[in-house]
């Protein structure tokens, strides 16, 4: 069956710090991928996506991600993370077969210290 | 436009109830989606719907019903509640789900307890 792995549960960093969320997908076919994060007590928001073409792909807040296909994966970076990046952040895949699932991680919780 | 919406956003059931959860959206999506979120589980697609009268089972559809009737409307049922299913549901609806996926729009979510 179809799966997304988010490994990390949990992260805590401090401000200025650097991030990067693993996420891995099983599926052999075409996929779109997502990041979405959900700050506390508010809806999921779409932090970036991939379709096509240059892998390394730029979102807002100054998040990116890099769909790296023959590991399967589309991990999540920031350079410098701040103490409002606190949220909850999950990786989506959507199968772009006739079904057009859109399968969600588990989900990583970020802390940021200040 | 109201967008996504989802009533009731709270409710309590005892075990072997039944009750419906309402999705409703306005702006003439195809796809329509039902989520629940459980604590470190992420979110688990339940049931999902490609355009009126046609639905597909996600996930976790067990212990659940959907029906499409109309464009707009995708309520989830519950015949027998269990404390399984004590969760927060997330209804989403997308126009589009190839290039304008981006655009999926989610519903404010309802808080299910099951005592």
């Known amino acids: 069956a179809q799966s997304v792995s988010q490994h990390n549960h949990h992260v805590i960093l401090s401000e200025a710090a650097s991030l990067e969320l693993g996420c891995n997908y099983s599926?052999?076919?075409?996929?779109?991928l997502f990041w979405y994060v959900q700050y506390p007590g508010q809806h999921l928001q779409l932090l970036l996506k991939?379709?096509?073409?240059?892998?390394l792909v730029k979102g807002i807040k100054g998040f990116e991600a890099e769909f790296i296909k023959s590991k399967f994966s589309f991990n999540l970076r920031k350079p410098s993370v701040q103490w409002s990046d606190t949220a909850e952040y999950f990786c989506?895949?959507?199968?772009?077969?006739?079904?057009?699932?859109?399968?969600f991680g588990s989900g990583t919780r970020l802390l940021v210290r200040p | 436009n109201a967008g996504v919406t989802q009533t009731p956003k709270f409710r309590i059931l005892k075990i072997g109830q039944s009750m419906t959860l309402q999705c409703t959206q306005d702006?003439?999506?195809?796809?329509m989606y039902w989520y629940r979120q459980d604590p470190g589980m992420g979110l688990k697609l339940i049931y999902y719907?490609?355009?009126?009268?046609?639905?597909d089972k996600g996930e976790v559809p067990n212990g659940y019903n959907v029906s499409r009737s109309t464009t707009e409307d995708f309520p989830l049922r519950l015949e027998l509640a269990a404390p399984s299913q004590t969760s927060v549901y997330f209804c989403?609806?997308?126009?589009?789900?190839?290039?304008?996926?981006?655009?999926?729009?989610f519903g404010s979510g309802t808080q299910l307890s099951v005592l």
């Open positions: 989403a609806s997308s126009y589009s789900p190839g290039f304008e996926a981006e655009k999926l729009f």
């Open positions: 702006m003439n999506h195809n796809y």
């Open positions: 989506a895949v959507m199968l772009m077969d006739s079904s057009y699932k859109l399968i």
């Open positions: 599926y052999g076919g075409t996929v779109n």
């Open positions: 991939y379709f096509s073409g240059d892998p």
């Open positions: 719907s490609v355009g009126a009268g046609i639905t």
